[in-house]
């Protein structure tokens, strides 16, 4: 019966995290197909358009990202499309060294968060260590030097 290969699913990786606030809420996955999971707020806060309406926002997580990885924190697509609201920096850069509670800072017109509410979604992904190679001269490609642009539109 049914022919097709069984399905295989890959080992997990377990990344272990420290919650620094009694507060803080486990990251989750809103679905299964959910490539990024959930950071929770753990304060109520408004994000406003005026500068000073701007809140960091703690997650009360701290995580021990594997070696030779990065978690990488997006804004949530509903905060921008419903609110116009995202991440100050618009991505995070959270470094396998750094032990730290991750904090999310929030920037747009207007939305009301309250403690539980999920602020960012993360994911945590391998990454090469480069050795950078000084030369005289590089490899010619068909755009060579072309600009912002250049490709068309």
Do not use: W
């Not at 890959?10 to 420290?18: A, S």
């Amino acid at each position: 019966m049914g022919g097709g290969k069984p399905l295989i699913k890959e080992k997990q990786m377990q990344v272990k995290i420290k919650k620094l606030r009694e507060d803080a809420i486990t990251p989750t996955y809103a679905t299964d197909g959910s490539a990024c999971y959930d950071l929770y707020s753990t304060i109520d806060c408004t994000v406003r358009s005026e500068a000073r309406m701007h809140p960091v926002i703690d997650t009360g997580i701290a995580f021990e990202v594997p070696e030779g990885h990065v978690m990488l924190v997006y804004s949530r697509s509903g905060h921008g499309f419903k609110n116009g609201v995202t991440l100050a920096n618009n991505v995070g850069v959270i470094d396998a060294d750094f032990r730290d509670s991750v904090k999310v800072k929030l920037v747009g017109e207007h939305l009301e968060v309250k403690k539980g509410n999920r602020i960012a979604q993360a994911m945590i992904v391998p990454y090469p260590k480069v050795e950078f190679v000084e030369v005289d001269e590089l490899s010619e490609t068909e755009r060579g030097t072309g600009g912002i642009g250049s490709t068309g539109n």
